[in-house]
């Protein structure tokens, strides 16, 4: 495909996934409150309800726009990306319905939304390093494959505790993948990516402080395994991992203080005390988790955007390291 | 940027660089170890196998240990201050 031919496909791709999030939210921000479908805010005085899930309205356009791709391209890894996404949202909109109550199952649900990649052989057993290139990994990568998707996905849904920390994470952290990606010969992959992008952005404009919508788990899930379905089958693994680092430790910092995989609304010792002046202070319980946003407050209390622009600062400064590592990839 | 960051990013950056050095030592280090040299019998591959995985086993849990312990001395020095 030629230079113009790959501009208009990423205009396009980025064009309706945005345009689709931004109505289908605006439609859900409007529509959800009616039916009874709200949550409260915790990190705000008074525990104003807000609309949820948004999950849907991302889930779709990830999956219209990504099926429209496949028609295009005619490449089974962008029909795997599309599948990871619909089996992890869908375990998403089952948790934000019935809620799993044991923490165990949902993690376990989420290797299913693995099995598209394996099934469909979108994988390729030489992850790329950086500086010393492919290592053959033929027995370990496909167990990689499965247990990746829960962990990414779970990793992401355990950044949607503030408004507008998901969405905006989602969007800084999804650069390097496109930059690593455009710096590699066939640019399919790079144009699958464009979606996420663009839905996370038009999400944020609802989910930004203060919030008119939550995207639920079936949002956060479905985010968290499209973005790992393109780190495999566009073969940017190492670069995600980089991106992604703060979601990765906050999970495995949580995890290492709560010992065990948990439920978050079942976590009895709040990591976060809300302030008579709305502000958030970190907990001083030593048994409360070790999360990131408590571990940003620990200094002294903030302001719930201070907090994410803090949040957006750390993906940032993650994201940039992520761009040395594919730039000791694929250019050294 | 305030200086309240500084440290997170420093834990960043720490596991960015052990997941550089620690893919480089077990791609580069210990994936090439051959103690047997010339034996291609089962039980010296077997073993052979064994130590290279026992060895990328402890490198992946200091890891875990060092990241562990970052996190343990960021929060205690905070909640002790």
């Known amino acids: 495909m030629d230079l113009f031919g790959l501009i208009i496909l990423i205009s396009f791709s980025f064009a309706l996934a945005f345009s689709l999030t931004y109505l289908l939210t605006l439609t859900l921000v409007k529509t959800l409150p009616k039916k009874g479908s709200v949550v409260e805010d915790y990190h705000k005085q008074g525990k104003p309800k807000v609309a949820w899930p948004g999950g849907p309205a991302i889930l779709f356009s990830l999956v219209v726009v990504e099926s429209i791709l496949y028609f295009i391209y005619g490449d089974l890894r962008i029909l795997s990306i599309a599948l990871v996404t619909v089996i992890a949202g869908s375990v998403g909109l089952i948790d934000d319905r019935m809620k799993f109550n044991r923490g165990i199952i949902k993690p376990g649900l989420l290797i299913l939304a693995s099995l598209p990649i394996l099934l469909l052989r979108t994988y390729d057993f030489h992850p790329i390093f950086p500086i010393f290139g492919s290592v053959r990994l033929s027995i370990v990568y496909p167990i990689l494959v499965l247990l990746a998707v829960p962990i990414v996905s779970n990793a992401t849904n355990m950044m949607d505790v503030l408004n507008g920390a998901l969405s905006s994470f989602m969007v800084i952290t999804t650069i390097p993948l496109i930059f690593a990606l455009a710096l590699r010969p066939d640019h399919t992959i790079m144009v699958a990516t464009i979606p996420l992008i663009a839905s996370s952005l038009a999400f944020y404009i609802f989910h930004r402080y203060p919030s008119k919508i939550f995207p639920g788990d079936s949002g956060s899930l479905a985010l968290g395994a499209m973005f790992c379905a393109i780190a495999i089958v566009g073969r940017v693994e190492i670069v995600a991992v980089m991106a992604i680092l703060p979601a990765i430790l906050n999970s495995f910092f949580i995890l290492s203080s709560i010992k065990g995989f948990i439920e978050h609304r079942n976590i009895k010792t709040r990591p976060t005390i809300l302030l008579p002046d709305s502000r958030l202070a970190a907990s001083k319980n030593p048994s409360a988790p070790a999360t990131l946003v408590r571990m940003i407050l620990i200094d002294g209390p903030l302001s719930e955007r201070e907090v994410v622009s803090d949040i957006f600062k750390l993906s940032a400064f993650s994201a940039f390291l992520a761009v040395i590592t594919a730039l000791a990839t694929w250019c050294v | ?81």
């Not at chain 2, 420093?10 to 791609?27: D, K, N």
């Not at chain 2, 490198?59 to 201050?81: A, G, N, P």
């Open chain 2, 1 to 81: 940027m305030r200086s309240r960051l500084l440290p997170l990013m420093g834990i960043i950056g720490v596991a960015w660089l052990l997941v550089f050095l620690g893919s480089y030592i077990i791609f580069h280090l210990i994936v090439p170890i051959d103690l047997f040299p010339g034996r291609t019998d089962y039980i010296f591959t077997f073993f052979n196998s064994l130590l290279k995985v026992t060895l990328s086993t402890v490198l992946s849990v200091m890891w875990i240990l060092i990241m562990i312990k970052l996190r343990d001395i960021y929060i205690k020095r905070k909640l002790s201050d």
